[in-house]
């Protein structure tokens, strides 16, 4: 118990005094890692707190990516406004598609998700005038500052510890325990008195914000933004790593996103076909790990945690 | 609760022994297998690696594969003819520009390679170029077609062999200016591209031939199944001609829904690459006859010494002859090279000046590096699609070659669209 | 305080009531009671708005309820237990009381405050009161089957109602355990003067704690009054007494 | 605007639905009996197209007969690899939540995507129309390529099989009970599950049926599984999650609005899908027909 409080202080240390020693490349790759962590931390708020079925979430993430872009390619709003804007964009498009979205449950809720988000993948992929299509937008003029892949290192870990530290409150606050009640038991906690609508809406906003903050991120480590940031395979990608991690854990999204996001690194260097091993990793870890392997070590070392039922079974309800 | 545990026991075993073995089979392969027979001949003393990013799976995976076995061609011919000795470190991009980024930035700042090429995604090369900029590395755009590249987002780190939508553009225009249609319908495939290309065939024809006029356009999604509705809005149109801008993969499929419906026989269709081997190869007898296209290479004509070697050779690797992507590999490779001996070094800055302004003989004609912008200027090939009296394709006749100075933009407007 | 007043509810061609009339005055202990399948549970699920009435009117407080939705009722003052064990698996008995506590004084959306300092001694007053105590920090679903039925109760508590609908209390329980929930209901209606309505299969249990019952067969209420009253009634008799013997 | 050229574009807008409808019925089917989302439906649809090319391939490009053979064919080996993930993974997993679910048939449609690469490359390929499907048909003005006088005879027929299916044969009826009350029918002392292998195959058997329909239509090369498969959702989804007959009916409706905006409002035919889909799903959420769920 005293050894899980400690670990990601430790982690965090460790991920401070990295930069000195680590090559460039490696800073990068932590710095794309970090951005990714936070999506999947966002995803994994409603998707394994929330038991919400959110198959679309890069679009939140897409969202933020581009309204940050978009603003600071072609206004000359300062820096700090597009900074804002990202998520509160990202914000406002989980709020309209929530919004048709929370009225229904369970897998219609995520077929929903899917549908609307391919609407918004749409709306990017033709507005070309504004988004550029299908080329992207490519040199985005974000500060000086960010050129220095130190910089990028220390603000990404810095803005996701901050994210993390923030969720993580919200997660042991009366929301957060109203929103897993809302997972374990939907009806019977309409019957208390949650609107549960409001809540998962309210929830799934909030998670939106934190993809958006994660989008604003990854611009400032790329410097260019396309469609594929709202495919649905990216989506996909975002699961795999929340269920790699444990879907029940705090911590395993960004456990999972690092794994997948070095492995990506390292498989292609030998080979071309990733897609293959990510499969082939996909389908061990649901036939024989589906809790993931902070939920395994959770359940194996301490009673709480990944508990037997599994992950959101009452959220079909 | 014992057979669960063994379980999970399995799955970690698993799993770690997949990722190891990935890695260590990996390894096996990761060595080039084309610096074989190079270093043996004592030829020349450069050695350089070169970072290939294109996209070897997802949709355009066909194009990918094929610029791969240009650029290996490439290699090995110029390794035997005494040239520089180049090593190729591959990456797959699946069509995903972040996966292109990120793998450009593995490749510079892990692998410490300072020449890449590639990419077929437009995305993707504008994305790798725009990171070339600001990190100084050379990048050669091997595939992609979009006239940015060279153009509005160009700078002195990026090179590009292929022609662009610009360039299409122009050359489907001076062709349809000499034909006698007055009443177009456009229409292709609702990306990038396809409006680029059509944007520029239909402003280009209006100054050839101030009385075009256009009935309407109709855009079709990118992998579009069906176009037997498009067809039918076109036949009801009834216009003059027809000009497409489409990718690759729904040029092969709308080749096809023409030649079910007939509308070729009905009126004139003009589709750049519709020519182009690749597209017509996979259709077999099942390509419309009568079918303008412009293309940049067909491996027939002009019936020169190069277009024949290149061709057998790439039909010796891959079992069929070439169309434009396996050349635009074999080219980048090609002038790369030519640029490393005429720099006599291997140092990028000497390699961007050797190449600027360097020409070289290739199968479509004589190629030439513009200094200004770094835009390979190359003829282009014209032709209307026959069906052949020995292969199992259709090929072209009619062929014309499209002078490089007809199909250029001019360097001040290039340099115009730099300045917004 | 609650009444319900020809109300009907069909799915999908089945008519689960047909005719439902229920008075429930402040202050007393109501039971519903009828055969298997007579639509007690449709009854209660349209009481506390997890189904919507077809016809008739729900007035609590003289307030029409009927089609609101289950929170909003609830918000009212309207808490009920299930007859199937409803409780948030993964959550702790403190903390699943505590839901109910915090949804009461409308603080479920507060984003920054640890959960684990608010509403403390509200809650623990109704762990206390139930006797839930000693299993505050332990998950629930590895409580026995008793006290998981108690902690149902609990919950319901934790929304401090003006009325409590118990949704067959005892349903599985032992003996012993009945016996402590008996203890409990009548504790509640008696030292906390809590208006409760309950359906219940066993029927010394109900002419023990009921003041009022009401019967209900194939969707209607076929008589309502005193125990006494409704024991003597005839139509009671042949439809339901009279079956169980 | 002449009746005819609009006449045409009604009927070919019905075809366009029908191939919809062959695809997408297969999903709905394996979501309402089984409550699985299957990703890998598209990876069914683009192995049908791969096999039907290959099938013809070995009869001989040209030889008419291999396009039938590799309708029979085709569809019928991609229910038996069907069968195979069903009893040899999905089987295992019939007990965990959605998402575990989901995931799986996601990782399928991986390493389907990459074994697909792996055996037959990434060249485009093409199956040829067999000659009697080559040209026009002409009907007061009304012109359908003859291909899709085909489809339009194919599309009811699956339906009217489907219905047959689920009406006349035990099989189908529990597929029906199942998907309209799964607990009812284990209360009944049905195994649900056992019909959960049978209807997996249709499933697979539809989409490999929509593949070898469409592989002489469209360019058979990497990635059309991912398109196919998101449209098919859309489809499914707008119908009702689950109700064939709601798919077919948005299937319908979305070909010929497709269609019809081809003719109507041609540069922006693009997002019509998308707006019809919007309006629907605003109009009825759950979509046009009593879904099962």
């Given amino acids: ?317 | 609760m014992r057979k669960r545990f063994n379980l999970h026991y399995l799955a970690w075993t698993v799993i770690v022994m997949l990722v190891f073995g990935v890695l260590l089979t990996g390894c096996g392969q990761a060595t080039p297998p084309n610096n074989s027979g190079a270093a043996g001949s004592g030829g020349s003393k450069f050695k350089v690696k070169v970072g290939y990013i294109d996209s070897l799976s997802g949709p355009a995976a066909a194009y990918g594969k094929s610029t791969e076995a240009g650029i290996k061609i490439a290699i090995d011919e110029v390794a035997k003819a005494g040239g520089p000795t180049i090593e190729l470190v591959e990456r797959d991009d699946s069509f995903k520009p972040d996966l292109a980024e990120a793998s450009a930035k593995e490749l510079v700042m892990n692998q410490n390679i300072d020449i890449l090429v590639g990419t077929i995604n437009s995305a993707s090369a504008l994305a790798v170029s725009k990171y070339a900029k600001d990190n100084k590395v050379l990048f050669i755009n091997s595939d992609s077609m979009s006239e940015k590249i060279t153009g509005a987002q160009g700078h002195r780190y990026v090179f590009s062999i292929v022609g662009n939508t610009a360039m299409i553009g122009k050359a489907g225009a001076y062709q349809m200016s000499k034909m006698p249609y007055k009443r177009y319908w456009l229409a292709g495939s609702d990306y990038e591209f396809g409006h680029s290309v059509v944007n520029s065939v239909w402003t280009n024809l209006q100054q050839m031939k101030p009385d075009v006029q256009k009935i309407n356009e109709s855009w079709w999604r990118v992998g579009e199944s069906d176009f037997s509705s498009y067809i039918n809005a076109i036949r009801a149109a009834k216009p003059d001609a027809v000009y497409v801008g489409s990718g690759g993969g729904d040029t092969v499929a709308f080749l096809k829904a023409i030649n079910q419906s007939g509308l070729n026989k009905e009126v004139p269709i003009f589709i750049h690459a519709a020519t182009d081997h690749d597209s017509l190869r996979p259709l077999g007898q099942d390509a419309p006859e009568g079918v303008y296209g412009t293309a940049f290479y067909f491996n027939y004509f002009p019936d020169n010494a190069m277009t024949k070697s290149f061709g057998e050779a790439y039909k010796k690797v891959t079992g069929n002859y070439p169309g434009f992507a396996g050349l635009n590999g074999y080219l980048t490779i090609k002038f790369l090279a030519a640029a490393i001996d005429k720099a006599g070094s291997t140092d990028k800055e000497k390699i961007i000046d050797a190449l600027e302004g360097l020409s070289l003989d290739t199968p479509v004609g004589k190629g030439t590096i513009r200094k200004e912008d770094h835009q390979l200027m190359l003829p282009m090939v014209f032709g209307k699609t026959v069906k052949s009296a020995n292969l199992p394709y259709l090929i072209t006749t009619d062929n014309v070659l499209i002078p490089a100075d007809k199909i250029m933009p001019s360097v001040e407007e290039v340099l115009k669209t730099r300045k917004k | 305080m609650l009444q319900v007043k020809q109300v009907a509810k069909a799915f999908s061609g089945f008519q689960a009531i047909a005719k439902a009339d229920l008075t429930v005055p402040k202050g007393q202990v109501v039971a519903v009671i009828g055969p298997n399948g007579a639509g007690k549970s449709t009854l209660f699920n349209l009481i506390t708005g997890h189904l919507r009435p077809d016809k008739g009117h729900i007035l609590f407080k003289g307030e029409e309820i009927g089609g609101l939705s289950a929170h909003d009722i609830c918000r009212k003052g309207v808490a009920r237990s299930f007859q199937l064990i409803n409780i948030f698996p993964r959550l702790n008995t403190f903390e699943n009381v505590q839901v109910a506590v915090l949804a009461r004084y409308r603080k479920t959306n507060k984003l920054f405050t640890p959960a684990r300092k608010l509403v403390v001694e509200e809650t623990n007053d109704v762990l206390h009161k139930l006797g839930l105590i000693p299993y505050r920090e332990r998950l629930c679903n590895s409580l026995s089957y008793g006290d998981q039925k108690v902690l149902e109760l609990a919950i319901a508590l934790g929304s401090q109602p003006e009325i409590l609908l118990l949704d067959e209390p005892t349903a599985g329980m032992s003996p012993e355990e009945t016996r402590t929930i008996v203890k409990l209901i009548k504790n509640l209606a008696q030292n906390e003067g809590l208006t409760i309505l309950l359906t219940e299969h066993d029927m010394d249990l109900v002419f023990d704690v009921a003041e009022r019952l009401m019967v209900l067969h194939q969707g209607q209420t076929i008589a309502e009054g005193s125990p006494e009253e409704v024991r003597r009634d005839k139509a009671v008799q042949n439809a339901y007494l009279g079956e169980t013997g | 605007m002449d009746a005819g050229a609009l006449g045409s574009q009604l009927v070919l807008g019905l075809s366009r639905g029908m191939l919809y409808f062959i695809v997408a019925a297969g999903l709905t089917l394996v979501f309402g009996v089984l409550r699985i989302i299957n990703f890998a439906h598209g990876s069914f649809y683009m192995l049908g197209a791969f096999l039907s090319f290959t099938v013809t391939e070995m009869m001989g490009k040209q030889n008419p007969n291999g396009f039938w053979l590799a309708l029979v064919v085709a569809p019928l080996v991609v229910a038996a690899f069907s069968i195979m993930i069903e009893r040899g993974l999905l089987r295992f997993v019939y007990g965990q939540e959605h998402l575990i679910q989901m995931l799986l048939t996601y990782s399928l449609v991986l390493i389907f995507g990459d074994l697909v690469k792996m055996v037959w490359g990434t060249e485009f390929k093409s199956v040829s129309v067999p000659g009697i499907f080559i040209g026009n048909l002409s009907l007061a003005g009304i012109i359908i390529p003859v291909y899709y006088v085909f489809m339009l005879v194919v599309g009811p027929l699956v339906a009217l099989g489907l219905w047959l299916f689920l009406t006349q044969t035990v099989t189908g009826k529990i597929c029906r009970a199942t998907a309209t009350d799964r607990q009812m029918v284990d209360v009944l002392g049905i195994n649900s599950t056992r019909v959960f292998g049978t209807v997996f195959a249709l499933g697979g058997w539809l989409a490999g049926l929509g593949g070898a329909l469409m592989a002489p239509m469209v360019n058979i090369g990497m990635g059309m599984d991912t398109s196919m498969v998101v449209y098919a959702f859309l489809v499914v989804v707008v119908g009702g999650l689950g109700n064939i007959w709601g798919t077919l009916i948005s299937a319908l409706i979305l070909g010929v609005a497709e269609a019809l905006g081809v003719l109507f409002l041609p540069n922006l035919a693009i997002v019509v899908p998308y707006v019809v889909i919007g309006i629907l799903l605003i109009i009825r959420p759950s979509g046009l027909l009593k879904s099962v769920w």
């Fill in chain 1, 1 to 317: 118990m005293q050894l899980r409080r400690i670990i990601p202080w430790i982690m965090l240390a460790v991920l401070l005094v990295l930069p000195p020693v680590l090559p460039r490349y490696y800073l990068y790759l932590l710095a794309s890692i970090f951005v990714i962590a936070l999506l999947a931390t966002s995803l994994n708020f409603i998707l394994g707190f929330g038991g919400l079925l959110q198959l679309h979430h890069a679009v939140f993430f897409g969202v933020g990516a581009y309204t940050f872009s978009i603003l600071l390619l072609k206004t000359p709003l300062p820096f700090v406004v597009a900074v804002v804007a990202g998520p509160v964009a990202a914000a406002f498009t989980a709020l309209l598609i929530g919004w048709f979205c929370v009225r229904s449950r369970g897998l219609y809720f995520g077929m929903l998700t899917l549908a609307l988000g391919q609407l918004v993948w749409a709306v990017i992929f033709r507005w070309s005038a504004l988004t550029g299509g299908d080329d992207g937008l490519h040199g985005i003029p974000v500060p000086e500052v960010f050129n220095s892949l130190k910089t990028a290192y220390y603000v990404t870990l810095t803005v996701l510890t901050v994210c993390l530290a923030v969720l993580y409150l919200i997660l042991k606050s009366p929301f957060g325990l109203t929103l897993m009640a809302t997972r374990d038991n939907p009806v019977r906690s309409e019957s208390v008195g949650i609107n549960i609508r409001r809540h998962r809406l309210a929830a799934f906003v909030i998670a939106g914000f934190f993809a958006g903050i994660a989008g604003v991120l990854f611009v400032l480590v790329e410097k260019s933004v396309s469609p594929s940031l709202l495919s649905w395979s990216k989506s996909a990608e975002i699961m795999i790593m929340c269920l790699l991690g444990g879907l029940t854990t705090f911590y395993g999204p960004a456990l999972g996103a690092g794994i997948i996001v070095f492995l990506s690194m390292k498989v292609g260097t030998y080979t071309e076909y990733w897609l293959l091993v990510l499969g082939i990793i996909l389908l061990v870890l649901v036939l024989v790990l589906p809790q993931g392997i902070l939920g395994f070590l959770a359940e194996k070392y301490s009673g709480r945690g990944g508990d037997k039922g599994g992950w959101g079974k009452d959220a079909s309800g």
